[in-house]
């Protein structure tokens, strides 16, 4: 740990203006990000007595080793810029704020020429317009329902586009829970109408819709036609039970979010409701471990902070009214910011009495029954993953526990197609953003160790590189800025001995990172300077993280293979056709759909495609017909079988 002291910027060189500071780890990694009004006053609380600070604010001091700041125009710049730096750099002593992944949207791709309605979960995209959260089951009889209403595209790009190039539609189109854009049974036009139909009754027009269903129906009877009355009445049966699955809890011209907290010293649960037009919309939830010095209203300015800034950010509507549990110091500047994100005026309030209040009470209750339900989830889970690292510390003689570890495997077929991965867990978790592939060639592809060596030569000698970097550069040239703790191979001592060959050679000591090899045969694990392996017990925590990680680290290496040999042994007709780039084949194809079609072509036809002159047209056109030619194989995928142009 770093003393604060080594660090500790001059009183006289911090302004008293407003602006955000960010504390930085021996490494460069931004840890904590924080805005004030003046920013000596804030700076200097850190510096302060150890004794007078709070447990996890002293934890942070000592962790970092550097601080530096920002001065801004104004206490709402410095809200902005405090969101963008948080955002950007995910700073380990900040709040985060994750949803908990129970509920998934409806969401409507509004952004594609053909927008598709489906279940989605996860981080948003721009142009896509989502409803709820709903839970599972009721998210999928929602959209059964109404896709019988509003028979928008639900199917994926792959389906659209077979469909398209066969001219039959999927099972959808002919049950009728899908318009067919693909075949031409609507224009493009028709089906976006369709799709805003259904977003405008998602969004709380439903009566709207059922009124004129209704007056539909009624002139279909008085016309005789009972057959389109008995098909309005089914819409509007579905329609309804769409409508009243939401219970109406306020006035209807009300649209606002109600928020409610529940915490206790380590971990904080969050729910909101989602009030449109005075109905449920839907629900969202967060537990959030309080790695900061959060609470009531400093918390509830974090919550909104992220929350809004996330949803700005992907189109979703603000409404116009948030009620929360307590009003936060800065809430001036927060309405003026949520108000700009908007686009019109937004209301923080506190309800005290009323429907708001009752509700507010509810949605309270679902925090605290969600910080239950969550400690008696991940009490297993936490315990675990710390008996794992702790075991592992234990067995492998390491200073502390690894809290980041870094898995390496090579994948290839008899020497070809050589690549290497790399897969990264941090405190027992995978962290997906931070794997690497690596792709081998030359004299280090001749075997696994070569490979290995080449494989960690690179990935540490980024590190130096980057190492070396100022501090602003290093930020945005993190790809491999941050040593692990443990480094693991797969196999057992020749390439345990390989790795730790290539980490000496550019100057890193087993001191600083620690290599061991996980043999698949009796599952043993090889030190470098061992004459016997550790041998874990079967039951071991430790020994089953091993596992994992060497096993995610073969995965991933299998994947990255599959797709370069696939790559690599796809031929085409069309590949040595004289001034025929990629580009130009793909259009070809892609224009005619197949092979079968262009070979039908005639030079003119071959033409009309963009880009493709006379001549070329005519260099395809002879490859197809030379004599001898007419039965050219199509392009064939050798590492599967699959006719890839026929």
């Not at 009531?296 to 009620?323: C, K, N, S």
């Not at 060497?550 to 370069?564: G, K, L, M, P, V």
Request: proline share 6%; aromatic share 8%; net charge neutral.
């Amino acid at each position: 740990m770093a003393d604060p002291a080594s660090y500790r910027p001059k009183t006289g060189e911090i302004p008293n203006d407003p602006g955000v500071y960010r504390f930085r780890d021996p490494h460069g990694r931004v840890i904590y990000v924080g805005k004030a009004k003046n920013l000596r006053q804030r700076l200097t609380s850190y510096f302060a007595n150890p004794l007078t600070l709070l447990p996890k604010t002293y934890a942070m001091v000592h962790a970092a080793a550097s601080v530096e700041w920002t001065v801004v125009g104004s206490e709402l710049e410095a809200l902005q810029l405090e969101y963008t730096w948080i955002k950007e750099f995910s700073p380990r002593y900040n709040l985060a704020f994750r949803d908990d992944k129970t509920y998934p949207y409806l969401a409507v791709t509004m952004g594609e020429k053909f927008p598709r309605v489906q279940v989605m979960r996860g981080d948003r995209r721009k142009g896509t317009r989502y409803f709820g959260p709903y839970t599972a089951g009721a998210i999928r009889e929602t959209m059964d329902t109404l896709l019988k209403v509003f028979p928008v595209r639900s199917c994926s790009a792959g389906v659209f586009k077979r469909a398209e190039q066969s001219g039959r539609p999927c099972l959808l189109g002919y049950i009728d829970k899908c318009s067919a854009p693909c075949v031409g049974r609507v224009t493009p036009e028709e089906h976006r109408a369709l799709a805003e139909d259904f977003c405008a009754f998602m969004g709380g027009e439903a009566k709207r819709f059922i009124s004129q269903l209704e007056k539909r129906m009624a002139a279909a009877v008085e016309e005789l036609d009972f057959e389109a009355a008995a098909s309005l009445r089914d819409d509007i049966i579905a329609m309804k039970k769409v409508f009243e699955r939401n219970a109406v809890v306020l006035s209807e011209d009300t649209d606002a979010d109600v928020f409610a907290i529940e915490e206790d010293e380590l971990e904080a649960a969050v729910q909101v409701f989602h009030v449109r037009g005075g109905r449920i919309r839907g629900q969202r939830g967060w537990v959030v471990e309080k790695v900061e010095e959060a609470s009531g209203p400093a918390f509830i300015e974090h919550l909104l902070q992220q929350v809004y800034g996330a949803q700005a950010e992907t189109d979703a509507r603000i409404p116009r009214e948030v009620l929360i549990p307590v009003m936060p110091d800065d809430a001036e500047q927060l309405t003026e910011w949520l108000s700009n994100l908007r686009g019109a005026r937004v209301s923080l309030r506190v309800p005290q009495r009323g429907d708001k209040a009752a509700l507010a009470k509810t949605v309270h209750e679902n925090a605290v029954q969600a910080l239950k339900l969550h400690k008696v989830r991940r009490a297993g889970d936490i315990t675990t993953r710390s008996l794992a690292l702790q075991e592992l510390q234990e067995a492998l003689e390491l200073p502390e526990p690894p809290l980041r570890i870094e898995s390496f495997d090579i994948s290839h077929v008899q020497g070809t197609n050589v690549v290497g991965s790399m897969v990264v867990v941090e405190d027992g978790i995978a962290k997906k953003s931070e794997y690497r592939k690596f792709t081998v060639t030359g004299e280090a592809a001749r075997d696994d160790t070569a490979a290995m060596h080449d494989v960690l030569t690179r990935r540490f000698r980024n590190y130096l590189a980057e190492k070396e970097l100022p501090v602003a550069e290093r930020d945005q040239h993190s790809k491999f800025a941050y040593p692990p703790n443990l480094v693991v191979v797969d196999g057992g001592q020749p390439q345990v001995t390989a790795a730790v060959k290539a980490l000496a050679e550019i100057g890193i000591s087993s001191d600083e990172v620690q290599v061991v090899g996980l043999a698949k045969r009796l599952e043993e694990v090889w030190l470098p300077e061992g004459d016997f392996p550790v041998v874990l017990p079967r039951a071991s925590q430790g020994l089953y993280l091993l596992q994992r990680i060497r096993d995610e680290a073969h995965r991933f290496a299998i994947t990255f293979h599959r797709q370069r040999r696939g790559k690599a042994m796809t031929v085409s007709v069309l590949d040595d056709v004289p001034g025929l780039g990629p580009a130009r084949k793909k259009a070809i194809l892609t224009h005619f759909g197949s092979v079968k079609r262009l070979r039908a072509a005639t030079p003119e036809e071959i033409a009309e495609v963009a880009g493709v002159g006379p001549t070329l047209a005519a260099s395809v056109y002879g490859k197809f017909h030379a004599p001898g030619l007419e039965e050219t194989a199509p392009a064939v995928n050798y590492a599967t079988g699959e006719i890839l142009e026929s």
